[in-house]
């Protein structure tokens, strides 16, 4: 198979007529580069159809445009595809003007067969893109080519595109395969051969098989078709062959978040001894298993799942995420000690799954937000939600679904499948019927993992979740436990005695989070998320508590990991809830998690900054998250003592009176620290103690003015791929090179040479700043940040910061592309 990335060459149109023309505009194209999110191109707007759950973007109708080259041996030799990994949504692909097939469902990807339609020299592809029913979504989709297309030239025999199903179990890899091909080439008496060629991360080969194959095929199916990728009926004269086998691998190094090794197997189909296709895997040696009584256990260890709820958005670029910025996201996630992540609520990014199984993440991988049943939301940004999966699930779910199943299943992170999240007909008499359709096609398809589905109505009113329902679900997952009456207090002890056979995991609940930098002193009751920086960890920690000690709870997702678009009030346009903001950068939040989640490195951490606007001698909670031992604060040089957590709680052993551990004079039972101080400028520092030892220091200063701008960049050389993208944070200093917590002066953004700014970002919910605008761009409390494409020509890339009034020392970076 021949395999190229259409990124480049691409232009794009806006749709301003009327939305049931189905031809092309005949003007108004600009190039893109693709992936590509039109939505990110415009202001928001508070009167867009996409409201708050869109985050007030602009959607419509867009037009993609490209040409491309098919020579004569292609057309003889060759079957000519297209590959979308994601289109949102409702796209139709005409190739020389003949409709030549689509897809809805804008999360998952699909094949259009365009052999019959090219022709030798140019052809040109045309990409309708029908995101105009709005609102379409309870959170902001994007809208346009969003993940990658590729054009693909491959033999009329061939594997499968999701033909390759790969388990390991006791040190073997079992493999089964399917081939596709035409009718016409069923009843050939060629040889084939398969060829399998494990090796590992050192590039040595660990075993090898090869297979002679039979002549077996059959006709294709319904689910060949979603194997291949295609997205209309089975073609009549589609056919397959399959084969299955194992390989013993001696002493296989085994997949897990601490040590995500994978190995590497490549494929290679042989007919008469001549290669006709190659491909290779990743692979994970791995057991995965949950437990009623002890939760999750990965290759026999039991471990807790310390998780997130992720959106498929980057921030500023939209549902177009370069994987780069899926790389630096997750590493910090890492850093705050998260081993799992939750895909919410639509199949992701392939480049995401990929970098789980790298970086070593345990994934929930969830298919829908819908089933049938329109969800209508009472209160806030999702009040006009009109437009949902439900119009389409019918037509489209099984499809859907196993085509995710297909795509997904050979990723050693994935742990669970997810049905659906907050599915109405949880509480409805007969809702069962479809879980167990849906979890049928996930037990047929993968029968190595368990199903689970994230509830949002366990005893809650006037309408429950139905037990009928949940007793249909392998793994129950819970959102919000602590919701109603006094499950505020018991949390899941209310369900455990009536179930001690049901595995049970957290599938969603709150967060820490709160906008950056941003201290309330008063509860907003208008404000689900936004707490007050010295509560926001009261309850929270509470259920953390909780799940760590009780291992029958697998686990649990918070939500969220990063702060998303769309799920907003104006003037808000994004939610606000997580740990990372918009930008990637780390809120108070994300030190909390981390002194509960990763004890690998000895830090103390404090809040809130020093440049507060409150009157000398205020008295205020300072607060402190350590995962040391003790800590003592101090205050301009004064200490305001030492303090101490009570968790987790010890008792004795062996005999009375005897402890295996000093027992510490606790001050609190929760897991951060707090202390009452009258305010006064200057500096307050906390100094953090293990087994009686100073192991850390933190301090906070108030600052000076705003005086000069730091730029650093996550890389300092990319390739000329038109894709590559570099990541810059700007930070405001004073004179002393302080960070400046309340700056928010406008800057300018110039970049030189062959490349492009693709975003620039605060983290500032309600910044209705152009993403894509270079000038007049403001800090959020000290901080913003940009992402810079690389052009397709090798030298240098210049990225120069300024203040708008020229009173801040300007920063510049130069990158290398070559």
């Given at each position: 198979?021949e395999?190229y990335?259409?990124?480049t060459?691409?232009t794009?149109?806006?749709?301003?007529?009327n939305?049931?023309d189905?031809t092309?505009?005949?003007?108004?194209?600009?190039?893109?580069t693709?992936?590509?999110?039109?939505?990110?191109?415009?202001p928001?707007d508070p009167e867009?159809d996409t409201?708050?759950?869109?985050?007030?973007a602009?959607a419509?109708?867009?037009w993609y445009?490209?040409t491309?080259t098919?020579s004569?041996?292609?057309?003889?030799?060759?079957?000519?595809?297209?590959?979308?990994e994601?289109?949102?949504?409702?796209?139709?692909?005409?190739v020389?003007g003949?409709y030549?097939?689509g897809?809805?469902?804008?999360y998952?990807p699909?094949?259009?067969?365009i052999?019959?339609?090219?022709?030798e020299?140019e052809?040109?592809?045309?990409?309708?893109?029908?995101?105009s029913?709005?609102?379409g979504?309870r959170?902001?989709?994007?809208?346009?080519?969003?993940?990658?297309?590729?054009?693909?030239?491959?033999?009329?025999?061939?594997?499968a595109r999701?033909?390759?199903?790969?388990?390991?179990?006791e040190?073997?890899?079992?493999i089964?395969?399917t081939?596709?091909t035409?009718e016409?080439?069923?009843d050939?008496?060629?040889?084939?051969?398969l060829?399998f060629?494990?090796?590992?991360?050192?590039?040595?080969?660990n075993?090898?098989?090869d297979?002679?194959?039979?002549?077996?095929?059959t006709e294709a199916?319904?689910?060949a078709?979603i194997?291949s990728?295609?997205?209309?009926d089975?073609s009549?004269?589609?056919c397959?062959?399959?084969t299955?086998?194992?390989i013993?691998?001696?002493?296989?190094v085994?997949?897990?978040h601490?040590?995500p090794?994978?190995?590497?197997?490549t494929?290679?189909?042989?007919?008469n001894?001549?290669?006709?296709?190659?491909r290779?895997?990743?692979?994970g040696f791995?057991?995965?298993?949950?437990?009623?009584?002890?939760?999750f256990?990965i290759?026999?260890?039991?471990?807790?799942?310390?998780g997130v709820?992720?959106?498929?958005?980057?921030?500023?670029?939209g549902a177009?995420v370069?994987?780069?910025?899926?790389r630096r996201?997750l590493e910090?996630l890492?850093?705050m000690g998260?081993n799992s992540?939750?895909?919410?609520h639509?199949?992701p990014?392939?480049a995401?799954l990929d970098?789980?199984?790298?970086?070593g993440f345990?994934?929930m991988?969830e298919?829908?937000d819908e089933?049938?049943?329109?969800?209508?939301?009472?209160?806030g940004s999702n009040t006009?939600?009109?437009?949902?999966?439900?119009?389409?699930?019918?037509?489209c779910h099984?499809?859907d679904?196993k085509?995710?199943?297909y795509r997904?299943?050979n990723?050693?992170?994935?742990v669970l499948?997810?049905?659906?999240n907050?599915?109405p007909?949880?509480?409805v008499?007969?809702g069962e019927?479809l879980?167990?359709e849906?979890s049928?096609?996930?037990?047929t398809?993968?029968?190595t993992r368990?199903?689970?589905?994230?509830?949002d109505?366990i005893?809650a009113?006037?309408?429950?979740a139905?037990?009928?329902?949940?007793?249909?679900?392998?793994?129950?997952?819970?959102n919000?436990?602590g919701r109603?009456?006094?499950r505020?207090?018991?949390?899941?002890?209310?369900?455990r005695?009536?179930?001690?056979d049901r595995?049970?995991i957290?599938?969603?609940?709150p967060s820490?989070?709160?906008i950056?930098?941003?201290?309330n002193?008063e509860?907003d009751?208008g404000?689900f998320?936004?707490?007050?920086?010295?509560?926001?960890?009261?309850t929270?920690?509470?259920?953390?508590?909780?799940?760590m000690?009780?291992d029958?709870v697998a686990?649990?997702?918070m939500?969220?990991?990063?702060d998303?678009l769309?799920?907003a009030?104006?003037?808000?346009?994004?939610a606000?809830?997580?740990?990372?903001?918009?930008c990637?950068?780390?809120?108070?939040a994300?030190?909390?998690y981390?002194?509960?989640?990763?004890q690998n490195?000895?830090?103390?951490?404090?809040?809130?900054?020093?440049?507060?606007?409150?009157e000398k001698g205020t008295?205020?909670p300072?607060?402190?998250y350590?995962n040391?031992?003790?800590?003592?604060?101090?205050v301009?040089?004064?200490?305001?003592?030492?303090?101490?957590?009570?968790?987790?709680?010890?008792?004795?052993t062996e005999?009375?009176?005897?402890?295996?551990?000093?027992r510490r004079?606790?001050?609190?039972d929760?897991?951060?620290l707090s202390?009452d101080?009258?305010y006064e400028?200057?500096?307050i520092?906390?100094?953090?103690?293990h087994?009686?030892?100073?192991?850390?220091?933190?301090?906070v200063?108030?600052?000076?003015?705003?005086?000069?701008?730091?730029?650093?960049?996550d890389?300092t050389?990319?390739d000329?791929?038109?894709r590559?993208?570099?990541?810059?944070?700007v930070?405001?200093?004073?004179s002393?090179?302080?960070?400046?917590f309340?700056?928010?002066?406008e800057?300018?953004?110039t970049l030189?040479?062959?490349?492009?700014?693709?975003?620039?970002?605060?983290?500032?919910p309600?910044?209705?700043e152009?993403?894509?605008?270079t000038k007049?761009r403001h800090?959020?409390?000290?901080m913003?940040?940009?992402?810079?494409?690389?052009?397709?020509?090798k030298?240098e890339?210049?990225?120069t910061?300024?203040?708008?009034?020229?009173?801040?020392t300007?920063?510049?970076?130069?990158?290398?592309?070559?």
């Amino acid at each position: 198979m021949e395999k190229y990335r259409l990124h480049t060459g691409w232009t794009f149109c806006l749709d301003e007529r009327n939305e049931k023309d189905e031809t092309a505009p005949s003007e108004g194209f600009r190039a893109v580069t693709l992936p590509h999110d039109w939505s990110t191109d415009y202001p928001f707007d508070p009167e867009s159809d996409t409201c708050g759950s869109g985050g007030y973007a602009k959607a419509g109708i867009g037009w993609y445009q490209r040409t491309i080259t098919i020579s004569e041996n292609d057309i003889k030799n060759r079957q000519i595809i297209l590959y979308f990994e994601g289109v949102y949504m409702k796209s139709s692909v005409f190739v020389n003007g003949t409709y030549a097939g689509g897809h809805i469902y804008g999360y998952t990807p699909f094949e259009v067969d365009i052999t019959a339609l090219v022709h030798e020299g140019e052809n040109e592809i045309l990409v309708r893109v029908d995101n105009s029913m709005q609102p379409g979504s309870r959170w902001y989709s994007g809208s346009g080519i969003t993940r990658d297309v590729w054009l693909e030239k491959r033999h009329p025999i061939h594997i499968a595109r999701y033909g390759m199903y790969l388990t390991t179990d006791e040190g073997n890899l079992n493999i089964s395969t399917t081939l596709h091909t035409s009718e016409c080439m069923k009843d050939d008496d060629a040889s084939l051969s398969l060829t399998f060629v494990l090796k590992d991360q050192d590039g040595e080969e660990n075993a090898k098989k090869d297979i002679t194959l039979k002549n077996d095929w059959t006709e294709a199916d319904l689910d060949a078709a979603i194997l291949s990728g295609m997205d209309e009926d089975v073609s009549k004269t589609l056919c397959q062959l399959q084969t299955s086998l194992s390989i013993q691998v001696e002493n296989p190094v085994l997949w897990d978040h601490e040590t995500p090794y994978l190995y590497e197997l490549t494929t290679i189909l042989k007919k008469n001894d001549t290669i006709i296709d190659e491909r290779t895997d990743k692979v994970g040696f791995r057991n995965i298993e949950f437990d009623a009584k002890k939760g999750f256990l990965i290759n026999g260890k039991h471990v807790k799942l310390n998780g997130v709820c992720l959106h498929h958005d980057g921030g500023c670029v939209g549902a177009a995420v370069p994987p780069e910025i899926w790389r630096r996201r997750l590493e910090k996630l890492k850093d705050m000690g998260v081993n799992s992540v939750r895909c919410s609520h639509n199949p992701p990014d392939e480049a995401l799954l990929d970098l789980c199984d790298e970086l070593g993440f345990y994934v929930m991988d969830e298919a829908f937000d819908e089933w049938r049943l329109m969800k209508a939301k009472e209160i806030g940004s999702n009040t006009h939600e009109s437009h949902g999966y439900s119009m389409y699930f019918d037509a489209c779910h099984e499809w859907d679904l196993k085509t995710m199943l297909y795509r997904d299943r050979n990723h050693p992170g994935i742990v669970l499948w997810s049905i659906g999240n907050e599915i109405p007909e949880e509480v409805v008499v007969g809702g069962e019927e479809l879980a167990v359709e849906l979890s049928g096609y996930c037990h047929t398809i993968d029968p190595t993992r368990k199903v689970t589905l994230a509830h949002d109505q366990i005893a809650a009113e006037p309408y429950s979740a139905r037990d009928a329902f949940m007793d249909k679900i392998d793994v129950v997952g819970y959102n919000y436990v602590g919701r109603w009456r006094e499950r505020a207090e018991l949390l899941y002890d209310a369900d455990r005695e009536e179930h001690l056979d049901r595995c049970v995991i957290g599938t969603e609940n709150p967060s820490a989070g709160y906008i950056r930098s941003d201290y309330n002193f008063e509860v907003d009751p208008g404000s689900f998320w936004n707490k007050p920086y010295y509560t926001a960890a009261v309850t929270v920690g509470k259920l953390l508590r909780y799940t760590m000690v009780h291992d029958f709870v697998a686990g649990d997702y918070m939500w969220t990991g990063i702060d998303y678009l769309g799920e907003a009030n104006w003037p808000q346009r994004s939610a606000g809830c997580g740990c990372l903001d918009t930008c990637g950068f780390e809120k108070d939040a994300f030190y909390f998690y981390k002194s509960v989640w990763n004890q690998n490195e000895k830090f103390a951490y404090l809040c809130p900054h020093w440049n507060l606007k409150l009157e000398k001698g205020t008295v205020l909670p300072v607060i402190c998250y350590t995962n040391c031992e003790d800590a003592e604060l101090f205050v301009n040089g004064r200490s305001f003592g030492m303090k101490s957590k009570g968790f987790p709680c010890y008792g004795m052993t062996e005999r009375y009176g005897h402890f295996d551990r000093y027992r510490r004079p606790a001050n609190t039972d929760d897991l951060f620290l707090s202390w009452d101080v009258p305010y006064e400028p200057g500096k307050i520092e906390v100094v953090g103690y293990h087994d009686g030892k100073e192991v850390c220091r933190y301090n906070v200063e108030t600052t000076g003015e705003a005086a000069a701008i730091k730029l650093t960049v996550d890389k300092t050389s990319v390739d000329a791929d038109g894709r590559s993208v570099v990541q810059a944070e700007v930070r405001i200093l004073d004179s002393e090179g302080h960070l400046v917590f309340d700056a928010c002066p406008e800057l300018n953004f110039t970049l030189e040479g062959d490349g492009e700014i693709i975003g620039i970002d605060n983290g500032d919910p309600a910044c209705h700043e152009q993403w894509k605008e270079t000038k007049g761009r403001h800090a959020f409390n000290g901080m913003a940040y940009a992402v810079i494409r690389a052009g397709q020509n090798k030298g240098e890339l210049k990225l120069t910061v300024t203040s708008s009034d020229n009173t801040l020392t300007n920063a510049s970076v130069t990158i290398q592309v070559g």
